[in-house]
C-alpha cells in the first residue's frame, strides 16, 4: 500500500461512548427505516452498535446519500450542541441495532470529563477526517479514499463468506461511492474498475466484495462471519458533517 494510502487509513478513530448507563436498550431497525427527519427537534439521540446509517439530503432533482455513519457513533450529537434540529434525514442504509439517548441526560452528561474529552476526540477525528478527503482531493488522490470508505463498510456491515472473502450487506452504487469521496462519478467508476483489474475489490452480482486474496481485507476484521466488536470501534468517519 503507497504512503498516501496510509495517510488516509490512520485516521484517527472515535472511542467509545463512555456514559453507557445513559443508553436505552438497543432496538433494530430495518434496512430504509428513517431513524430522524431533517430539521426535526433532536430529543433523542443514538449510538450504533450494528449496521450503517446515512444522511440524507435533497439535491436538485434526486435524494441524495451524503455521508454514513458507522460502529460506535452517536447520531445527533453535534446537532444537539448547536441548533438542536437535525439537518438531514438519517436513514438506515443497512439494518441497524441503535440504543437511544434522551437529549437532556446527554447534555447533563457533557459535564463530565470522559464525556467531555470523547466528544472533543470525535470532533477532532471528524475535522481531521476532512482536511485529509480535502488533501486527497486536491492531490486527486482518489483511490485511497475509496480503500479506506470500503475497508470502513466491511469493517461495520460485511460478511464473510464460505470463499473468505467479505461481502457489504447492503448494495451500494457507483454513484454512492463518488458522492460519500466526493469525487465525480466518472472518475470514482474508472478507479473502481482499477480495483477490480488488480484484485482488491471486487462487484458480484452488484455487490462490493473484497476477495480473500485482496490487501484491504487484513484491515476487515469479522468473527463467526460477521463484523467483530473489536473492529467496531476502529470505524472512522467519512465525508459529511454530523448529523
Sequence with gaps: ???????????????????????????TYKRGTVIAEAASPVRRLFLIERGVVGRIVRGVD????????????????????????????????????????DVEPFATALERQDVSRWLNLVLA?????????????????????????????????????????????????????????????????????????QAVMMRVRGWFTIPAESPLLRQVAVEDGHVSRDAASRVRPHHGRED
Excluded at 450542541?81 to 441497524?96: D, Q
Design 1 to 27: 500500500m503507497t504512503s498516501a494510502s496510509r495517510r488516509v487509513l490512520d485516521t484517527k478513530r472515535p472511542n467509545p461512548w463512555p456514559a453507557a448507563d445513559l443508553l436505552g436498550p438497543a432496538v
Design 62 to 101: 434526486r435524494d441524495v446519500l451524503d455521508s454514513v455513519r458507522t460502529v460506535g457513533w452517536l447520531i445527533g450529537a453535534v446537532s444537539a450542541l448547536t441548533g438542536g434540529r437535525y439537518e438531514a434525514r438519517v436513514v438506515a442504509v443497512s439494518e441497524c441495532q441503535l440504543r437511544p439517548l
Design 125 to 197: 477525528a471528524d475535522i481531521r477526517a476532512a482536511v485529509v478527503r480535502t488533501s486527497a482531493l486536491a492531490e486527486r488522490r482518489i483511490r485511497p479514499l475509496i480503500e479506506n470508505l470500503l475497508v470502513d463498510l466491511m469493517s461495520a456491515a460485511g460478511r464473510k463468506t464460505d470463499e473468505g472473502s467479505v461481502r457489504l450487506t447492503f448494495d451500494l452504487s457507483v454513484s454512492d461511492v463518488a458522492t460519500l469521496v466526493g469525487a465525480s462519478r466518472e472518475h470514482t467508476s474508472r478507479v473502481l474498475s482499477e480495483l477490480e483489474d
